[in-house]
């Protein structure tokens, strides 16, 4: 005799099961994206980290980390973005730097790529790291959308690490703040406010950032302004490790606090200009620097 209780619980197995199996192969069949370009060099590492190096179908200019980017086709440079190179190159994810990419640049992309019925579906997204902290949530969010969680929440883990051990460093209360003059440029003499990334940097390894509430994330300042805030160490940022910097301009007021201590220090723009991982290198430069003058 049957007993209508076991068939009923039969029934509810199977359609269980049923719904496991559907839902598995769902899962599987997810598709991420698998054609990247990026537009600034530092997303190129951003997606590294992420774990997607090998989807890299094409670059920006000056992108030189990891090594196997070097040879990939360049689809833009900080002036222009060649659309026709990027659509032959089919890809299924941009990513772009929103404080480096014109906003003429970014309607024309999302014109091409988002509007187009010539065009498979693509994802446009953009990224503007403010703090250190913002670069892990860019490696955990391409991670994401990579289907690459893995490696990206490990090397996002990392960077909190040593920016907290930065932080135990040379964030100590004991310790008096240092004054810090970033030079951008000498010509006209340009310097950042605290919006920018290398406010933040300037603030973990204990130093009192001269001109930082400024309006513009990029001011144009004085000579004789910066002679009156009297900075510490001067920092600036160059293309390449054989470069060296003119300091004349600041070496010749004897009375300045950063001409007494010798303390003008030229950084590679590759390791402090690029908000990816690298950063460290120089974030670590800035810190060590910041507390041999202090």
Same mark, same amino acid.
């Given at each position: 005799?049957?007993?209508?209780?076991?068939?009923?619980?039969?029934?509810?197995?199977?359609?269980?099961? @049923?719904?496991?199996? +559907? *839902?598995?192969?769902?899962?599987?069949?997810?598709?991420?994206?698998?054609?990247?370009?990026?537009?600034?060099?530092?997303?190129?590492?951003?997606?590294?980290?992420?774990? $997607?190096?090998?989807?890299?179908?094409?670059?920006?200019?000056?992108?030189?980390?990891?090594?196997?980017? =070097?040879?990939?086709?360049?689809?833009?440079?900080?002036?222009?973005?060649?659309?026709?190179?990027? =659509? /032959?190159?089919?890809?299924?994810?941009?990513?772009?730097?929103? $404080?480096? @990419?014109?906003?003429?640049?970014?309607?024309?992309?999302?014109? &091409?790529?988002?509007? %187009?019925?010539?065009?498979?579906?693509?994802?446009?997204?953009?990224?503007?790291?403010?703090?250190?902290?913002?670069?892990? =949530?860019? &490696?955990?969010?391409?991670?994401?959308?990579?289907?690459?969680?893995?490696?990206?929440?490990?090397?996002?883990?990392?960077?909190?690490?040593?920016?907290?051990?930065?932080?135990?460093?040379?964030?100590?209360?004991?310790?008096?703040?240092?004054?810090?003059?970033?030079?951008?440029?000498?010509?006209?003499?340009?310097?950042?406010?605290? !919006?920018?990334?290398?406010?933040? &940097?300037?603030?973990?390894?204990? $130093?009192?950032?001269?001109?930082? /509430?400024?309006?513009?994330?990029?001011?144009?300042?004085?000579?004789?302004?910066? &002679?009156?805030?009297?900075?510490?160490?001067? +920092?600036? #940022?160059?293309?390449?490790?054989?470069?060296?910097? !003119?300091?004349?301009?600041?070496?010749?007021?004897?009375?300045?606090? #950063?001409? /007494? =201590?010798? #303390? +003008?220090?030229?950084?590679?723009?590759?390791?402090? %200009?690029? *908000?990816?991982?690298?950063?460290?290198?120089?974030?670590?430069?800035?810190? #060590?620097?910041?507390?041999?003058?202090?």
């Amino acid at each position: 005799m049957r007993q209508p209780g076991l068939n009923a619980v039969l029934i509810v197995k199977i359609a269980l099961l @049923t719904a496991l199996h +559907f *839902a598995g192969a769902a899962h599987s069949q997810q598709t991420f994206p698998q054609r990247i370009i990026t537009l600034a060099p530092h997303l190129t590492e951003i997606v590294a980290a992420a774990g $997607g190096a090998d989807r890299l179908v094409a670059v920006s200019a000056y992108s030189n980390s990891p090594d196997s980017v =070097k040879n990939l086709p360049i689809t833009s440079d900080a002036r222009s973005v060649d659309l026709e190179k990027m =659509k /032959q190159l089919r890809p299924d994810l941009i990513i772009y730097w929103r $404080g480096g @990419t014109s906003e003429g640049q970014i309607e024309s992309i999302k014109k &091409i790529f988002l509007q %187009s019925l010539l065009t498979k579906q693509v994802q446009v997204i953009a990224v503007e790291p403010k703090k250190l902290d913002d670069i892990a =949530k860019d &490696i955990e969010m391409v991670g994401k959308l990579l289907g690459t969680e893995n490696v990206a929440n490990k090397n996002a883990h990392q960077l909190r690490s040593d920016i907290a051990e930065l932080k135990s460093l040379y964030q100590n209360p004991h310790k008096r703040n240092v004054r810090v003059f970033y030079q951008v440029w000498a010509q006209p003499l340009m310097t950042l406010n605290q !919006d920018h990334l290398i406010g933040n &940097i300037i603030q973990i390894c204990g $130093g009192e950032q001269l001109f930082a /509430q400024e309006k513009l994330l990029v001011p144009t300042v004085s000579r004789e302004s910066v &002679i009156k805030a009297n900075p510490e160490i001067i +920092f600036t #940022a160059v293309d390449s490790q054989r470069m060296k910097t !003119d300091w004349s301009i600041w070496s010749a007021v004897p009375q300045l606090a #950063a001409t /007494q =201590k010798k #303390a +003008f220090i030229d950084l590679d723009g590759d390791t402090i %200009s690029r *908000a990816s991982p690298r950063i460290m290198q120089g974030v670590k430069k800035i810190c #060590a620097e910041i507390d041999r003058v202090r």
